[in-house]
């Protein structure tokens, strides 16, 4: 394989831990070792006085100066600040994130030189606007993400090229079918995907945004916390410095209890100390919902894909935490099949965005692909419309959920009377028919309408949604030459100021140059989920709900494996 201009870079942006991944001149991916000599980075972020701290010393920071230290920022993600003041000041979850990258970035350029292009993963069930945010934090931390890609398509693409699937050779391979799991630190996604060939295709997506090795340890922590508010009568949560050394003795117990039957955990607060030994079954028991929410979402996943158990030809781990026993025996359980262990947890994801980071630059110079990867959206996609019938506003889907991507869908609306003078178009993501329930994408509203429009006049919605996640959206209004394409303002996402301040503040100026990003407060504001507001209803296109909306597939947006550029 020629030597490229870019080497073809990956990053798994991990709740608690991150990787980079580059493809060898053989075009193997291979994991970048980090300054500190480890595979893998704690996605943690101390702020030390003028200093910014990312990785194993930021995570130490956590048991003497917690309330400096960011961690799980990626579960902040679509909120606009990290959800608690970092030494008195506030963070959006994207510039977090933009250190722990810039980190990962910096180390792997003294091994393989300039990275100025990657692929950066994110969990399949994120919703737009944290794939957003995760977009603007790569934009943050100064490098161009060609794409961002489902974390468990990455690993299930890592699994193909383990198995050699990719080889032009075995490209007449019967299709599989493939069930991943994938439980991290913070997010927990489950995937049906076929692989045939070079061909590999989402067939149904699921999951949790808040559901990962985190809650395993909070059980923990709680546990040892009670058994000490017992005998002591105080709480070590109470002060976060003793949380922080309690939660990292839970953490390395967890790890312990996956390979012996029991640990001990040791807590010191106020002058008291405690050991806990805890057994394999007590660990179990304190958390076995944590586990069940697990295998509903992976039973329901199945039955999205119109799937049982016997089409399932491979259960395959990722995450860290599907190290645990108690996972793999409910997934034996569940599936009546031994689980596949066979690709790296840790590791898995980043190969598997820097196999696709490959494919794009290739395609780039004009080599075709030597596979394909075909998602779906894994949360239904409509607008704010008023029901006919019941005079309420009704969430009208024009995207399902588990549509395979691209896609392009359709939905005809009328006007509300005659001479309306505007339309306004609020686009929401999830399941309910109640727009309260779903969250709120963005708006927009198409103006100055002819004075004689006749009541009942149709409205076309036209959504283009990309591989990535990405969506435009088109009104147009008939009979008028009104039409507009929509660049979504979203609530909860930093503007090109904002993100051109941190991008300089974070990647790369001389701290005495820095200036102070304007928009940084100390004022405490919280950002709570956006929901569909109501105020707009006389403007919302009405819709007939028996009427469902056409969807067809994209037939110009499918270039290899959706490829989106964002800031050419
Ligand atoms: N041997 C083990 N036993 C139990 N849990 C483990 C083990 N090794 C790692 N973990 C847990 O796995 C989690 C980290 O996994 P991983 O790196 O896949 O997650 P992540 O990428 O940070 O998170 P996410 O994918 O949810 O954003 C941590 O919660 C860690 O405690
Ligand atoms: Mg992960």
Known sequence: MSKRKHPAVGIDLGTTFSVISRLDDLGRPQTLINAEGDKI???VVFFEGENVVVGKEAMKAVATDADQVAECAKRDLGHRFYHRLLGGRQYPPEALQAWVLNKLR??????????????????????????KATQDAGYIAGVEVMDIINEPTAAAVAFGFQQGYMNPANKDQEKKKILVYDLGGGTFDVTVMEIGGPDFNALATDGDVQLGGRDWDQRLVDYVAEEFIRKFSCDPREDPNAAGRLWRECEDAKRTLSARQKAGIACDYKGHAVRVEISRQTFHEITQDLLDRTAFTTRQTLQAAGLTWADIDRVLLVGGSSRMPAVVEMLRQLSGKEPDQSVSPDEAVAHGAALHAGILLAYHEGVSPSFRIRNVNSHSLGVVATDIKTKRPRNAILIPRNTPLPVVARRVFKTHKAGQKSILVQIVEGESPSPDDCSQLGKCTVRNLPPELAAQTPIEVRFKYEEDGRLTVMVSVEGTKKQLKHEITRENSLTQDQLDSWRKYISGLDPAERPEPAHLSKEVRTAPPTKAAKETLDYSPEVDLDKPGSKTPDPGGSSASGIKRRWN
């Open 41 to 43: 980075t704690p996605s």
């Open 106 to 131: 910096f180390d792997a350029e003294k091994q393989i030189g300039s990275i100025q292009k990657c692929v950066v993963t994110v969990p399949a069930y994120f919703d737009e606007v944290r794939r």
